[in-house]
């Protein structure tokens, strides 16, 4: 059987962390992003940090 080639977790395990870095990477992220930055709730929203939050995103995924 071949590995899985998506792993998922839980907001609560996303969230079990001294600090957290969020990486958006390409044109399709682009609407979501857009949509975070108006406050609009998305799942990546409900992760949370104990620490330090970092967000890279990439020239393709940026609105403007």
Avoid: F, H, M
Avoid at 15 to 44: F, H, M, Y
Avoid at 57 to 64: G, I, K, N, R, Y
């Amino acid at each position: 059987k071949p590995p899985p080639e998506r792993v998922s977790l839980s907001k609560k395990a996303l969230s079990d962390n001294l600090q957290l870095l969020i990486l958006i990477c390409g044109e399709s992220k682009r609407t979501a992003l857009t949509q975070w930055k108006q406050g609009i709730t998305l799942p990546v929203t409900k992760i949370t940090s104990r620490g330090r939050i970092r967000i890279l995103l990439d020239e393709t995924a940026s609105p403007s």
